[in-house]
């Protein structure tokens, strides 16, 4: 509870910083080694800056409601020995699919939510992308052709094929 005062994880600390809530982390993080790796932040006009924040705010308010919510049915419940709620899954299946299609109108005109290379506004969403991709919601992304085509490039990542493999050990 000293690093994480809701008692859930993560946490992360490094000298005298403590910080939680893993946005936050990643931002601390690509600020600080912004000099090391791929450049997860955007520099430039306030207009760049305000659209690589409005597609961060998209990923947390807009993306991960409902996709977490498939999540934790399509997958969580069916690993613990849960009944998945076909009612729910079709409710979140419908408002995810309305969040996408305004992902696939974006993903039309830009490479990556934000700007034309990755950022944080990407990496976000990999993890929830990850375990859908698992699930029967992989159609979601499979028919949308321009966000299946970011769903392959972000998945396909050096760093995140890293990350995967050390899940797998």
Known sequence: MV???????PAFEEGDLKLFE???????I??????????LLLAGSNKTM??????????????????????FE??????????????VVEEYEAKFAKVLDV??????????????????????????????????AKKLFDSRPHVSAWVA???ARPAWSKVMGMLKQ
Do not use: N
């Open 153 to 155: 490039d972000i998945t």
């Open 50 to 71: 305000a659209v690589f924040q409005l597609w961060k705010e998209v990923e947390a308010h807009q993306f991960d409601p409902p996709s977490t919510k498939l999540v």
């Open 30 to 39: 690509a600020h600080e080694y912004a000099d090391k790796g791929t450049q």
């Open 103 to 136: 992902y696939e109108a974006r993903l039309a005109e830009s490479k990556y939510l934000a700007c034309d290379h990755f950022t944080l506004a990407d990496l976000h969403h990999l993890p929830t992308v990850q375990y859908l991709l698992g699930s029967s």
């Open 3 to 9: 690093m994480q005062p809701f008692g859930q994880v």
């Open 22 to 28: 893993s946005r936050a982390t990643t931002h601390y």
């Open 74 to 87: 399509l997958r969580y419940k069916p690993h613990f020995g849960m009944t998945t709620d076909t009612a």
